[in-house]
């Protein structure tokens, strides 16, 4: 079967999740990312949205991170102060999913605004939402974003939530408890902090995709990573389980952060 | 004990030009209707306080109503922008819109704080982030056993909070079950409330996953069928997805906005929510 | 995950001496089983804390187990005074112990601050009374926005956390209901955390009132039956009143008191609770 | 019909209560003067327990805060932190009961140790269990004590709970926000503080107690208040009402303050 480059994104997210680990899920590619993942490989992944609902078990994708069906799925449906201050705060989640309208070289992302200065921006974004404290708090956070040199910027206009802020040491000294951004997950291809200098660089490139491709899209002096492989690519059976959940479902725009109403 | 009135009435008794109001209801019984009659009455120089404004503060805003918003979320759900709300920011139109804005782990605890009688809270959050230099009411506070430094917030305490719930009893007991969100400690943090329900019962029997807020801390309860829409009220009303998806059309520009609330709010009957 | 295992692993596994140890159930589904395993098991220097310390912290100190008491109010409900708990404050019998003591607010606080992950919670309490200067563990903290002088406790963060709840599925799932307390707290606050339930079922149905802990944070499930006697399960057991008084006379007499934890604790078959 | 003077103080109690207030009670005699009030000329009284039950209505005194009917019964039930944080801390309760062992002519109140010093006393009491924030937070607090020169004393060996601190402003320094201890309630009379020195003086004698008894059993030169009355005698319809509370529940001891196991 041949797959769109969004699809190959949604299936990559998906395969970093494994069965057990507990994961604070937005809605758009990364709730399709999560809900595939419970459907394939990882049937025991507890999705939490930021709602309240934890370990909800959605049989179509929500349509917003307060679907009824997530509540009437859940094991239990918790208060929104208690989401982020018993099961976030504390480190308690193994993965955190992020969307970005700006993602730096340092991993750190802006949904706030771009262009002018803040009291008059060129762009207003929704803002932060859950952000900030999941990219602090999570034990690792997933950014799922589509790759263009609009939105992989050297340095962000306005940092919403921190990655690895201007470098090493930075979010120790900040006192964030979660290891912060370990994988970018791209139409293009993969990206991972640079262990010494935490600068995001290519690990994976999708199939079809070439390492110029990915360069002429990001904002910085794109780096491969020693051993630059090419993606899987997705399988029948996970193209098929993809599309069984979004034809259930009506297309959700992605650009949509963590956040909602 | 809370009152059970019209929701003209209370309204008007409740929301003045100037006050601080919070309409919640975290993605699930926001209270549209209520809005609405805010829009129909008039109200202005309101300090608008909602963790997720979407469509309502969009129709709020658009309108004239606020002054200034206390966020941390502006987005349509699922959908993208919110027009009238990026134009009252990029724009000034129709009026300048001041903005004080927060993350939801900040927002959420705020209200906490305000439920509680505190008069901030304590929090690991903001730290690294540029939103910490936008505002005064985000401060560092050292924890006075290890020495660590963590984020304090200052309390909610709104004039007005204004939430939506499945249902009352005649005495103004109300309760809501589902995604409960933040609607009790809106209530319990505000200086006045009101809420809204989908029915006013004789005896509100047990459910899971239901919570109780006692009338005597609630000031007035209003009837509003349908109040929630194009949100939902669980067991009562589901999303109206494609109404979130038309609103993007609709409030894309300041004219058809206009026309839409002409019609389906200012028109439509005092009391009566008409939103797709 | 949580495992589900006997009792006695459990406590095997989870207790050791000189840990902190927190036995929780505030007035309904207190663990007794658990802290009779505890007793069987002999461990020592325990830092027993709780809020209520009643019977079974009086049964554990008695017992030579406890080297601290981390409490709000050690009495025996309805009846008067916990005669161990006092022979061990007033005359150091069997061995002395030291106390850190607060009030409830105070107590529930720090099991928040503990569950959230933060090194502190802050109150209105405390101000005015003698508990201040009786431990480094309260002190004044100063709002960042009002000036307000307030009170901080440090979290708790207990080595076990133990409690009772009515059932559990097989996955390690735990629900409660009726009076649920602190136990949610507990548990989550706990490096390691123990649930002993009445039951272990299928399927959690759900009910009024009742909230669940998901299995993944909790580390064993016990299958106790009756476990929290003479404290109750709602739905499953009732308090047992006469026994709450025949504990006055029990435990006054240090001799009587050991005849009593021999017959009905040490000599009780292992993984079974005799209390009355 | 006779009384005993437990039956008096009971009543007293109950009558300073009144529809539609809300009520934090405790075990014991606040407990049965709150239902007995409830069951007669305050059928709206809102009961509030510190186990989380707000509203309950027991057909049976409950046997321990803790007691099963009190959650069958309650318009709703939250946890133990709830209940401090969100409901006694901000100032929402009209009344709390509280019993002392020592109370001081200051409405200082004492359930921690009496005698020796604190580490080694005389006597250890249960401790605090809720009493000092329901003596800060709730708008006035009422005091049910039997009267004796035991419990009245002149300075309190350990404040648990404060009442008003050493005199006329250290409520307002402390910054706690309720009005403090308006009514002591004993088996000789009422109690209320001067409202110019603060200290506890007498208001009622109950019917066939004397001046110089009610004296006699305080620590303190005990002053009367101008005017002082004596307690209407319970009426033949409270003393039934009481009986029929009683009777249908084993007596409790009614040394306990605030707390329960």
Redesign the interface.
């Known amino acids: 079967m041949s797959h769109t480059s969004d699809e190959m994104m949604t299936i990559a997210a998906a395969r970093q999740l494994r069965a057990g680990q507990v994961c604070f899920v937005g809605i758009g590619l990364p709730s399709t990312a999560a809900n595939l993942a419970r459907n394939t490989h990882a049937p025991g992944l507890v999705l939490i949205y930021e709602s309240g609902t934890i370990g909800a078990k959605p049989d179509h994708l929500p349509l917003s991170i307060g679907d009824g069906i997530l509540a009437e799925t859940a094991d239990a449906v918790v208060s929104v102060p208690e989401i982020f201050n018993y099961w976030l705060q504390p480190g308690r989640i193994d993965v955190g999913f992020l969307g970005a309208a700006q993602l730096d070289r340092f991993g750190n992302i802006n949904t706030t605004v771009i262009g002018g200065d803040y009291a008059s921006p060129k762009v207003r974004l929704p803002g932060a939402g859950g952000a900030p404290e999941i990219a602090a708090s999570c034990r690792e956070v997933i950014v799922v974003v589509r790759h263009s040199r609009r939105t992989f910027v050297d340095k962000a206009d306005f940092i919403t939530s921190v990655g690895y802020g201007s470098g090493p040491g930075d979010r120790e000294r900040l006192g964030l408890t979660g290891a912060g951004p370990a994988t970018v997950i791209t139409d293009l291809g993969i990206l991972a902090p640079d262990p010494e200098s935490r600068e995001l660089r290519l690990t994976h490139l999708h199939p079809g995709v070439t390492l110029d491709q990915a360069r002429e899209a990001t904002g910085w002096d794109l780096a491969a990573a020693p051993g630059l492989a090419e993606t899987a690519p997705p399988s029948e059976h996970e193209l098929a389980a993809l599309r069984a959940l979004t034809t259930a479902t009506p297309a959700t725009p992605s650009r949509g952060n963590q956040g909602g109403g | 004990?809370a009152e059970v009135v019209p929701l003209e009435t209370a309204v008007a008794t409740l929301v003045h030009d100037g006050d601080s109001v919070a309409l919640e209801g975290?993605?699930?019984l926001?209270p549209f209707a209520a809005g609405h009659e805010i829009i129909r009455q008039g109200r202005r120089d309101l300090v608008l306080v909602r963790?997720?404004?979407?469509?309502i503060y969009d129709q709020l805003i658009g309108m004239g109503c606020a002054s200034k918003l206390v966020?941390?979320?502006?987005?349509?759900?699922?959908?993208?922008?919110?027009h009238r709300?990026?134009d009252a920011?990029?724009h000034g139109w129709p009026a300048p819109l001041e903005l004080e804005?927060?993350?939801?782990?900040g927002m959420?605890?705020r209200?906490?704080a305000g439920?509680?009688?505190?008069?901030?809270?304590?929090?690991?959050?903001?730290?690294?982030?540029?939103?910490q230099g936008?505002t005064a009411?985000i401060?560092?506070?050292t924890?006075?056993?290890?020495g660590?430094?963590?984020t304090?917030v200052?309390a909610i305490n709104p004039d007005v909070g204004i939430v939506h719930a499945q249902r009352a009893d005649r005495a103004g007991?109300v309760q809501l079950w589902?995604?409960?969100?933040?609607q009790?400690?809106v209530v319990?943090a505000a200086r006045r409330s009101l809420v809204t329900v989908e029915e006013i019962v004789e005896e509100l029997d047990?459910?899971?996953?239901?919570?109780?807020?006692?009338s005597?801390?609630v000031t007035y309860v209003a009837a509003a069928p349908g109040g929630s829409r194009p949100?939902?009220s669980?067991g009562y009303t589901?999303?109206d997805?494609d109404f979130y998806v038309a609103w993007d059309e609709i409030a894309r520009d300041r004219e058809t906005f206009r026309v839409w609330i002409d019609e389906h709010v200012l028109r439509a009957g005092r009391g009566e929510s008409v939103t797709a």
């Open positions: 004990m975290f993605t699930h926001i963790m997720t404004p979407d469509l966020f941390s979320w502006g987005g349509n759900p699922g959908v993208g922008s919110l709300f990026r920011v990029e804005e927060h993350s939801h782990a959420a605890n209200y906490v439920a509680s009688g505190l008069p901030f809270a304590v929090l690991r959050g903001y730290r690294g982030t540029d939103l936008q009411n401060k560092p506070i924890c006075p056993f290890t660590e430094e963590l304090a200052p007991n589902g995604i409960t969100g933040i009790k400690e319990l047990p459910r899971p996953g239901a919570i109780v807020i006692p005597w801390a949100s939902y669980l589901i999303r997805n």
